[in-house]
């Protein structure tokens, strides 16, 4: 697996980041959630912990993991966006990034928190959302094609 | 005689394409066993995952190069297995290169796995001096304690046949009071347990099991106030009356049930039937049998669920140990018809009819007999969890965290 891009890793890094992650049940139907502990250990893999074995969420990412499905994870703070698409390769129920992240969950929401588990997910694709950067790269490809015409005057 | 065309690992999970290959290789880890090399022999003794030094089991003598805690597969499943050696004929292989764990068969390299990390406890002793580790031992989510070592059912050759608990893995005799303590002091598990929930996160269970003991004035009766006393010094440490936990026990009568619910805060019961056939239970587990017989065992287990509520009480069996031979079934449909009946019967009266692998220990009675192939386990655990569904039952006590036995409770993660 190679290093993430340095922008991702501060927004993975950045704990007032948007972290969105998107599954699909077993009909293809999309199911999508707020994961505020998305995050990286490792710059190459990006792990994020669940709260409930019995969550929609999970039962997807199980599936996921089981049936080689991909999952879909958005990262977003001001108008930097990226998206990664890539395969759940661990679950973990036990060991030190478990730990970790139990750690973290109890400090950001309290000593009460608890979490299921820790999903590690390996990037497969990585695409630049952050709409200036789409915009630059659609202008440049077919720019005569894309913009409205108010901004040729 | 064959049972059937063996079919491998990839050849089922390309023909059960609705079952996971990580639950396939956990069923066939389980039944064809596992062995390490030297470089993961050496990984495992390192102070992350360096198991326990004294166990109830392998004649609780203690281990120079102790085995590290269950097997984890990347989904999160745990597999309970041990690399004894000269134990089976062609386990896969565990193997430790550039800092990870592989699975591998035949040199071919299967998948990335790791082991359950030491826990803090471990390498502490009570204030009686005795070893936490030699009190309690941990799984990937869950604590066991086993308070009585040593079987009653082998004084009178009536040990279930295929079972090697609190033996050295050789020899067909119980261990305890060779090399260790029969009963383990309330007090020490009360200190054990305490040390143990001083991590956080490590464990979301308690389980306790121990040798039947059938003395008492109403048989069994000894050995339930002893459960008492130890979940009562385990209760201790919680502010709930209640807490995550199973025993793992003989059939007890309703009354004596109800005291283990009612007197302490024990959350779900499991009298194992192991097998259900009528005639293969009366020889297989000849000391059930004694005490009181196949009926008793059942309606112990049906009773239970009036105490503990439906879906709070299990009772495993021993799969595969159909096939044992001479008595044993001779096909594969036999086997999963029988046990069908049995998961449905037990299902409608909130039972859950869980299962695990036989393997046929050099200690037991049934040692080197022929196990069932593969494609039995992957049939099997598939319509388990089909009739357990179809009863609105959950097997969330003894799932792919918590026990590491049990191929058809992985599957119910999807549920």
Same mark, same amino acid.
């Given at each position: 697996?190679?290093?993430? !891009?340095?922008?991702?890793?501060?927004?993975?890094?950045?704990?007032?980041?948007?972290?969105?992650?998107?599954?699909?049940?077993?009909?293809?139907?999309?199911?999508?959630?707020?994961?505020?502990?998305?995050?990286?250990?490792?710059?190459?893999?990006?792990?994020?912990?669940?709260?409930?074995?019995?969550?929609?969420?999970?039962?997807?990412?199980?599936?996921?993991?089981?049936?080689?499905?991909?999952?879909?994870?958005?990262?977003?703070?001001?108008?930097?966006?990226?998206?990664?698409?890539?395969?759940?390769?661990?679950?973990?129920?036990?060991?030190?990034?478990?730990?970790?992240?139990?750690?973290?969950?109890?400090?950001?929401?309290? !000593?009460?928190?608890?979490?299921?588990?820790?999903?590690?997910?390996? !990037?497969?694709?990585?695409?630049?959302?952050? !709409?200036?950067?789409?915009?630059?790269?659609?202008?440049?490809?077919?720019?005569?094609?894309?913009?409205?015409?108010?901004?040729?005057? | 005689?064959?049972?059937?065309?063996?079919?491998?690992?990839?050849?089922?999970?390309?023909?059960?394409?609705?079952?996971?290959?990580?639950?396939?290789?956990?069923?066939?880890?389980?039944?064809?066993?596992?062995?390490?090399?030297?470089?993961?022999?050496?990984?495992?003794?390192?102070?992350?995952?360096?198991?326990?030094?004294?166990?109830?089991?392998?004649?609780?003598?203690?281990?120079?190069?102790?085995?590290?805690?269950?097997?984890?597969?990347?989904?999160?499943?745990?597999?309970?297995?041990?690399?004894?050696?000269?134990?089976?004929?062609?386990?896969?292989?565990?193997?430790?290169?550039?800092?990870?764990?592989?699975?591998?068969?035949?040199?071919?390299?299967?998948?990335?796995?790791?082991?359950?990390?030491?826990?803090?406890?471990?390498?502490?002793?009570?204030?009686?001096?005795?070893?936490?580790?030699?009190?309690?031992?941990?799984?990937?989510?869950?604590?066991?304690?086993?308070?009585?070592?040593?079987?009653?059912?082998?004084?009178?050759?009536?040990?279930?046949?295929?079972?090697?608990?609190?033996?050295?893995?050789?020899?067909?005799?119980?261990?305890?009071?060779?090399?260790?303590?029969?009963?383990?002091?309330?007090?020490?598990?009360?200190?054990?347990?305490?040390?143990?929930?001083?991590?956080?996160?490590?464990?979301?269970?308690?389980?306790?099991?121990?040798?039947?003991?059938?003395?008492?004035?109403?048989?069994?009766?000894?050995?339930?106030?002893?459960?008492?006393?130890?979940?009562?010094?385990?209760?201790?440490?919680?502010?709930?009356?209640?807490?995550?936990?199973?025993?793992?026990?003989?059939?007890?009568?309703?009354?004596?049930?109800?005291?283990?619910?009612?007197?302490?805060?024990?959350?779900?019961?499991?009298?194992?039937?192991?097998?259900?056939?009528?005639?293969?239970?009366?020889?297989?587990?000849?000391?059930?049998?004694?005490?009181?017989?196949?009926?008793?065992?059942?309606?112990?287990?049906?009773?239970?669920?009036?105490?503990?509520?439906?879906?709070?009480?299990?009772?495993?069996?021993?799969?595969?140990?159909?096939?044992?031979?001479?008595?044993?079934?001779?096909?594969?449909?036999?086997?999963?018809?029988?046990?069908?009946?049995?998961?449905?019967?037990?299902?409608?009266?909130?039972?859950?009819?869980?299962?695990?692998?036989?393997?046929?220990?050099?200690?037991?009675?049934?040692?080197?007999?022929?196990?069932?192939?593969?494609?039995?386990?992957?049939?099997?655990?598939?319509?388990?969890?089909?009739?357990?569904?179809?009863?609105?039952?959950?097997?969330?006590?003894?799932?792919?965290?918590?026990?590491?036995?049990?191929?058809?409770?992985?599957?119910?993660?999807?549920?």
């Amino acid at each position: 697996m190679s290093k993430l !891009p340095e922008e991702l890793l501060d927004l993975l890094k950045d704990t007032g980041s948007v972290k969105v992650v998107a599954t699909i049940d077993g009909d293809g139907v999309p199911h999508v959630v707020f994961k505020g502990s998305l995050t990286t250990f490792d710059d190459e893999t990006i792990v994020f912990a669940e709260g409930v074995e019995s969550s929609l969420s999970n039962k997807n990412l199980v599936r996921s993991i089981w049936f080689d499905k991909k999952v879909a994870i958005n990262i977003t703070k001001g108008l930097i966006s990226y998206q990664i698409k890539g395969f759940p390769y661990k679950y973990l129920i036990t060991g030190t990034i478990f730990r970790q992240m139990l750690d973290r969950a109890r400090e950001r929401r309290g !000593p009460e928190a608890d979490i299921a588990g820790v999903w590690v997910i390996a !990037p497969d694709e990585i695409r630049n959302e952050s !709409p200036a950067w789409r915009s630059a790269l659609a202008k440049e490809e077919r720019g005569l094609f894309h913009s409205h015409l108010d901004l040729w005057r | 005689m064959k049972l059937n065309n063996e079919l491998g690992l990839d050849a089922l999970v390309e023909k059960y394409s609705d079952v996971p290959k990580s639950v396939i290789l956990k069923l066939d880890l389980q039944r064809r066993g596992i062995a390490f090399t030297d470089a993961t022999t050496e990984e495992t003794y390192t102070p992350y995952y360096r198991g326990p030094a004294q166990t109830a089991f392998s004649g609780g003598t203690k281990l120079e190069r102790p085995f590290p805690g269950p097997l984890l597969l990347r989904d999160g499943t745990s597999v309970l297995a041990s690399p004894v050696k000269n134990q089976f004929s062609d386990p896969y292989t565990i193997d430790f290169v550039d800092g990870k764990f592989y699975v591998t068969d035949k040199g071919k390299r299967l998948d990335e796995v790791d082991f359950t990390p030491r826990p803090d406890f471990y390498g502490k002793v009570t204030s009686r001096g005795v070893p936490m580790e030699s009190i309690a031992w941990s799984r990937p989510q869950r604590l066991d304690i086993i308070p009585y070592r040593y079987c009653h059912y082998w004084d009178t050759k009536d040990q279930c046949k295929f079972c090697a608990f609190f033996t050295d893995l050789k020899q067909q005799k119980q261990a305890a009071g060779d090399n260790y303590e029969k009963i383990i002091h309330p007090e020490d598990i009360y200190e054990t347990v305490q040390e143990a929930l001083k991590e956080p996160g490590r464990y979301s269970q308690i389980n306790l099991t121990a040798g039947t003991d059938y003395s008492g004035e109403v048989p069994f009766d000894k050995e339930v106030t002893r459960y008492i006393e130890v979940l009562q010094a385990i209760g201790r440490n919680f502010r709930t009356r209640r807490f995550p936990s199973q025993l793992i026990a003989p059939a007890y009568t309703k009354q004596q049930v109800k005291r283990l619910h009612d007197e302490t805060g024990l959350s779900s019961y499991c009298p194992d039937i192991e097998v259900w056939d009528k005639e293969l239970f009366k020889w297989i587990c000849s000391g059930k049998e004694k005490w009181f017989g196949r009926d008793y065992w059942i309606k112990s287990a049906l009773d239970a669920v009036e105490i503990f509520g439906k879906g709070n009480v299990y009772t495993n069996f021993v799969a595969g140990v159909e096939f044992a031979k001479p008595q044993s079934f001779t096909s594969i449909e036999q086997a999963l018809d029988s046990n069908f009946e049995a998961c449905e019967y037990f299902a409608k009266n909130g039972v859950v009819y869980l299962s695990l692998v036989w393997t046929p220990w050099k200690s037991t009675a049934l040692a080197g007999q022929e196990q069932p192939p593969l494609e039995y386990y992957v049939r099997l655990i598939k319509g388990l969890v089909e009739i357990r569904k179809h009863y609105g039952l959950a097997s969330d006590n003894d799932d792919f965290k918590h026990c590491g036995n049990h191929g058809d409770s992985d599957l119910e993660r999807l549920n």
